[in-house]
């Protein structure tokens, strides 16, 4: 566990405040488990019987000596025997008497359990403690403990000539019941109990927060520190595209969010095809809807835009979007079907590229000149390209997508992604130097949807302009600034002839 746990922070490490927010998520784990500690040690304090302490004290002289010297000698032999005699208090030869005297039903050992004789520094006093059930028992056996020790401290201290004991170990306080249990403490052991299940409750909620890796919430993602996140999109059924489907809905918003967030993802550099790529295989048909919704979120601002199904392994995208996938983006790159014949009209201002039949190894395919060609001329042909990739950690075709695109967006979902795996797929690709614009969380529920820097609702109204490129300054050409509007003729299709083209339902001609 400690292993794992050290792999996990370094690997991916958090912000301190990730913590606190995880015991904050986790207060009611922690007050519940504090509240049944506190009724555990409570219950367990209740259980335990009362026990009693009374304590009696003897007092240790010499009885001969009437000058100064005798004195001095009388007072040091006295200091010398003292810590026998309290070691004598609870042997066999006092107790004996005491269980006899008393009727007690114990063994000489077991009474001495519950006794206990001190003497007190620089002190010539032995005090004997009693701890019982009973506080009377308890003073009883105290006050009988020190009768027995005075009888056999006489009979073992050595005689003068007289035949008279030397030493005198007197009684000076009797022990009376006490009025109050020294034990248990129940207050105290309630308390306890408390603080050990809100210790407790803290531990397995921080514990929690590091094994549990799975990204739940847009601060998860953003806390990671990795690479911007452009936008979460609220929860939707599956099969359902948010702009055509609810338009008007929390997750078209969100993606008119995102839409927003890639125009100002770098100002500097033209972002007009997209590589779109999930974290895992499993998270495929949350990256194809992703890219469609995208793509009708551009679209909404009069840009002409292609979705290319790059994914030959099988993204279901050709599917969500109800279109045929019987001629797609394999019969363009092996030469058998021009690109304009290969591309299915779907909404106003967006075309398909299904991916067509699929290879038995499409890296060859997807990292080819062919490939490169198609994207270019794609680009040349519409203002934005979506182009949906294999999962990153699966394939590495998304590395060979990605360097032929201007940047790749990770879509990551609520409950399914986990923070080592975004982490992987971002350092994937950027150990090849594909530039990664930004993550898409996909699938969040209720408040968790936003992110901190999502835009204000004056960027989400659909606008349709003319002018779209003063609007998108992506949407220019790199290298002469130059709007590119889809369909229309312009110089650089390789189609073109004396300067214009003739235009068809749908852009573009076949590739070389």
């Given at each position: 566990?400690?292993?794992?746990?050290?792999?996990?922070?370094?690997?991916?490490?958090?912000?301190p405040?990730?913590?606190?927010?995880?015991?904050?998520?986790?207060?009611?784990?922690?007050?519940?488990?504090?509240?049944?500690?506190?009724?555990?040690?409570?219950?367990?304090?209740?259980?335990?019987?009362?026990?009693?302490?009374?304590?009696?004290?003897?007092?240790?002289?010499?009885?001969?000596?009437?000058?100064?010297?005798?004195?001095l000698?009388?007072?040091?032999?006295?200091?010398?025997?003292?810590?026998?005699?309290?070691?004598?208090?609870?042997?066999?030869?006092?107790?004996?008497?005491?269980?006899?005297?008393?009727?007690?039903?114990?063994?000489?050992?077991?009474?001495?359990?519950?006794?206990?004789?001190?003497?007190?520094?620089?002190?010539v006093?032995?005090?004997?403690?009693?701890?019982?059930?009973?506080?009377?028992?308890?003073?009883?056996?105290?006050n009988?403990?020190?009768?027995?020790?005075?009888?056999?401290?006489?009979?073992?201290?050595?005689?003068?000539?007289?035949?008279?004991?030397?030493?005198?170990?007197?009684?000076?306080?009797?022990?009376?019941?006490?009025?109050?249990?020294?034990?248990?403490?129940?207050?105290?052991?309630?308390?306890?109990g408390?603080?050990?299940?809100?210790?407790?409750?803290?531990?397995?909620?921080?514990?929690?927060?590091?094994?549990?890796?799975?990204?739940?919430?847009?601060?998860?993602?953003?806390?990671?520190?990795?690479?911007?996140l452009?936008?979460?999109v609220?929860?939707?059924?599956?099969?359902?595209?948010?702009?055509?489907?609810?338009?008007?809905?929390?997750?078209?918003?969100?993606?008119r969010?995102?839409?927003?967030?890639?125009?100002?993802?770098?100002?500097?550099?033209?972002?007009?095809?997209?590589?779109?790529?999930?974290?895992?295989?499993?998270?495929?048909?949350?990256?194809?809807?992703?890219?469609?919704?995208?793509?009708?979120?551009?679209?909404?601002?009069?840009?002409?835009?292609?979705?290319?199904?790059?994914?030959?392994?099988?993204?279901?995208?050709?599917?969500?979007?109800?279109?045929?996938?019987?001629?797609?983006?394999?019969?363009?790159?092996?030469?058998?079907?021009?690109?304009?014949?290969?591309?299915?009209?779907?909404?106003?201002?967006?075309?398909?590229?299904?991916?067509?039949?699929?290879?038995?190894?499409?890296?060859?395919?997807?990292?080819?000149?062919?490939?490169?060609?198609?994207?270019?001329?794609?680009?040349?042909?519409?203002?934005?390209?979506?182009?949906?990739?294999?999962?990153?950690?699966?394939?590495?075709?998304?590395?060979?997508?990605?360097?032929?695109?201007?940047?790749?967006?990770i879509?990551?979902?609520?409950?399914?992604?986990?923070?080592p795996?975004?982490?992987?797929?971002?350092?994937?690709?950027?150990?090849?130097?594909?530039?990664?614009?930004?993550?898409?969380?996909?699938?969040?529920?209720?408040g968790?949807?936003?992110?901190?820097?999502?835009?204000?609702?004056?960027?989400?109204?659909?606008?349709?302009?003319?002018?779209?490129?003063?609007?998108?300054?992506?949407?220019?050409?790199?290298?002469?600034?130059?709007?590119?509007?889809?369909?229309?003729?312009?110089?650089?299709?390789?189609?073109?002839?004396?300067?214009?083209?003739?235009?068809?339902?749908?852009?573009?001609?076949?590739?070389?």
């Amino acid at each position: 566990m400690l292993a794992r746990f050290h792999h996990l922070t370094r690997e991916c490490p958090l912000d301190p405040q990730h913590y606190w927010r995880a015991l904050l998520k986790s207060w009611p784990l922690v007050v519940v488990l504090a509240l049944l500690g506190g009724a555990a040690g409570y219950a367990y304090a209740q259980a335990q019987p009362d026990s009693f302490r009374a304590t009696s004290s003897v007092f240790v002289s010499a009885t001969e000596g009437s000058d100064p010297n005798e004195l001095l000698q009388g007072s040091s032999y006295t200091q010398n025997l003292v810590q026998s005699y309290t070691r004598l208090a609870t042997s066999s030869v006092v107790l004996e008497p005491v269980i006899e005297q008393m009727g007690l039903d114990l063994t000489p050992t077991q009474l001495a359990r519950q006794i206990t004789a001190e003497n007190p520094l620089n002190t010539v006093i032995i005090d004997v403690a009693v701890v019982d059930g009973s506080a009377q028992r308890a003073a009883d056996v105290a006050n009988a403990v020190t009768i027995s020790l005075s009888r056999q401290a006489r009979a073992l201290s050595p005689e003068n000539t007289a035949g008279n004991s030397t030493l005198s170990v007197a009684p000076i306080a009797e022990a009376t019941p006490p009025t109050q249990p020294v034990s248990p403490n129940r207050r105290l052991i309630a308390l306890s109990g408390l603080a050990v299940g809100a210790v407790l409750g803290i531990a397995l909620a921080l514990l929690r927060s590091v094994v549990d890796t799975r990204l739940r919430t847009a601060r998860d993602v953003e806390e990671l520190h990795l690479v911007p996140l452009l936008g979460s999109v609220a929860r939707r059924s599956r099969g359902v595209l948010a702009l055509s489907d609810e338009p008007q809905g929390a997750a078209a918003d969100d993606f008119r969010r995102i839409r927003a967030q890639l125009q100002f993802a770098d100002v500097d550099r033209a972002t007009r095809t997209i590589a779109v790529s999930s974290v895992a295989a499993d998270e495929r048909e949350g990256r194809a809807a992703v890219a469609l919704d995208l793509a009708l979120a551009f679209a909404e601002r009069g840009l002409r835009v292609l979705v290319v199904d790059a994914d030959l392994r099988g993204s279901g995208l050709a599917e969500l979007a109800a279109v045929s996938d019987e001629v797609g983006l394999t019969d363009v790159v092996v030469g058998r079907l021009e690109f304009a014949a290969a591309v299915t009209p779907w909404r106003d201002g967006v075309d398909i590229l299904t991916a067509g039949d699929v290879p038995p190894n499409p890296s060859p395919l997807l990292s080819s000149r062919s490939m490169a060609l198609l994207l270019e001329t794609a680009r040349e042909r519409y203002d934005v390209v979506v182009v949906d990739a294999p999962a990153v950690l699966t394939s590495s075709d998304t590395l060979e997508i990605g360097r032929l695109t201007d940047g790749v967006v990770i879509v990551a979902t609520a409950g399914r992604s986990t923070r080592p795996r975004l982490a992987s797929a971002v350092h994937a690709l950027e150990n090849v130097k594909v530039r990664v614009i930004g993550v898409v969380f996909d699938g969040v529920t209720g408040g968790k949807q936003r992110a901190s820097h999502d835009l204000p609702p004056s960027v989400l109204v659909p606008v349709s302009t003319s002018s779209h490129e003063q609007t998108f300054p992506f949407a220019r050409e790199a290298a002469g600034g130059r709007a590119v509007s889809g369909g229309g003729p312009t110089s650089a299709d390789p189609g073109s002839s004396g300067g214009s083209r003739r235009t068809t339902g749908h852009p573009g001609d076949a590739t070389s």
